[in-house]
């Protein structure tokens, strides 16, 4: 793996099925994200891009060839292993922003930390000066519900980056967004990854979030294209 890749995928498919009812949702994968990328991904429905990053980050099984995250063959892992690691080393966004609805912002944010093992006091200020850090120092108190969609996802942003993750997974991330609530969502995507360095995938419909983006790939029945 060279030296400054994150995540390296080869050979790597994804069928569901079999018989008649098979689908193939990944078709011969190769691909390496490099450290301090933001890379977007687009295509259209059902072209596999979810797949992609359900499959590259963990979170479900390939078929058959080899994902590495920093070096690690992750599908090589027992299923407990794998998820420990994936909790450590990988953060997640989605388009539900996935917050629990009787916690505070901080309170979810400093969640990931406590199941990971981090002292109460210590995940407390991590989170606070994480959510601080992207614009809701007033807002550590408040709910979900007294959030606006724009503040809900910056909170998941938080949640994401606070383990200091090696990889961002963003799936949609500004879907359920309006306009002003996606180009802040996208400025802060673009900034977090310029100041911490931090990589990050994108799978996005948006054009906007993609021009935002280091690199763009396109995919088409599970392949990349040109």
């Known amino acids: 793996m060279a030296s400054d890749a994150v995540v390296t995928g080869e050979g790597v498919w ?41 499959c590259f980050s963990g979170l479900d099984e390939i078929s058959r060839g080899r994902v590495t995250l920093e ?12 998820s420990e690691y994936r909790a450590r080393r990988s953060g997640f966004v989605f388009q539900s922003y996935n917050l629990l609805p009787i916690l505070s912002a901080v309170e979810n944010v400093e969640m990931p930390l406590l199941i990971g093992g981090v002292k109460l006091k210590e995940a407390r200020e991590r989170s606070a000066q994480m959510l601080t850090d992207l614009g809701l120092g007033e807002r550590l108190n408040h709910r979900p519900s007294e959030l606006s969609g724009g503040q809900q996802q910056r909170v998941s942003l938080a949640r994401a980056l606070v383990g200091r993750p090696a990889i961002v997974w963003a799936d949609e991330p500004t879907g359920n967004l309006d306009e002003e609530g996606s180009k802040q969502v996208t400025e802060l995507l673009r900034d977090l990854n310029r100041r911490y360095a931090q990589t990050i995938v994108v799978v996005t419909h948006d054009p906007d979030v993609a021009e935002a983006c280091d690199r763009t790939l396109k995919m088409r029945d599970g392949q990349f294209v040109a």
């Not at 070096?71 to 794998?82: N, T, Y």
């Open 14 to 54: 994804k069928v569901y099925g079999a018989g008649e009812t098979e689908v193939t949702a990944l078709r011969g994968i190769n691909i390496e994200i490099r450290r301090g990328e933001m890379a977007a991904i687009m295509g259209p429905s059902g072209c596999g891009k979810t797949t992609f990053l359900n």
């Open 71 to 82: 070096g690690v063959d992750i599908h090589q892992l027992p299923d407990r292993a794998r």
